[in-house]
């Protein structure tokens, strides 16, 4: 692949790219900074262990859209974080491929996993795109079946972007989880037509509670409507 991937201390990495993911395992616990500053195009992103952080910065790109992307899953699936930094560089994106997301999911202990999209004041240079069912049913998940405590921050002129029309769920049976979009030109959006990507909040039932969405200081959701 044609993007710098490092880890904390400089050293290049050679992640597994196999035919459903890029799959960033944790080696006992280590913490690992991996960073992406070209353009890499894979199956899936899964980080399955915790402490790991991939940045993608600089105009850099992640491209996919064979399998849905996961940020912390399983047993082990705690404390990883992926951050979209733009700025004056360039347009920093991951793109999805018209996939799923989930961040925290699929076991009580995927927790503390955060999605940060930080654009450094430079509305739309930090973009998270193409999140979509694709042809498969499913919703994106914000914290799902048990995991809570996970984040999605867009900040500072950050974009996401939702396409096709899945929903967008934050706590499916969790709680704790929350989403933040904050700054001005901070923006989450539906591409679609008016009303066919929906968002749910569960705040009460499915063994949920205190999920929540917060926007403020200017930051903006559009086009998305409640299921």
Known sequence: ADANWSDATGIPLSPWVGSSAAWFAANGGTPSVITVTNGLTVASVTINSGLYTITITNGGQISGGLAASTIGTGASG???KVVVAGGA??????????????VGHNATT???????IDGAGYPGTALVTNLGAGSHLGHCDLGSTGGGDNQLILTNGGWMVITGNPAFVIGYG??????????T???WR????????VMNINSLGFNAGN???????GGAVSNIGLW
């Open 78 to 80: 705690a404390n990883n």
């Open 174 to 183: 969790a709680a704790g989880n929350a989403a933040l979009v904050t700054g």
């Open 110 to 116: 995927s927790t503390n996993n955060v999605l940060v």
């Open 89 to 102: 560089g360039g347009v920093s994106t991951w793109d999805l491929g018209g996939r799923l997301l989930y």
């Open 211 to 217: 999920n929540r969405l917060r926007v403020e200081n």
């Open 190 to 197: 539906g591409a679609g037509a008016p009303n066919t990507t």
């Open 185 to 187: 030109g901070s923006v």
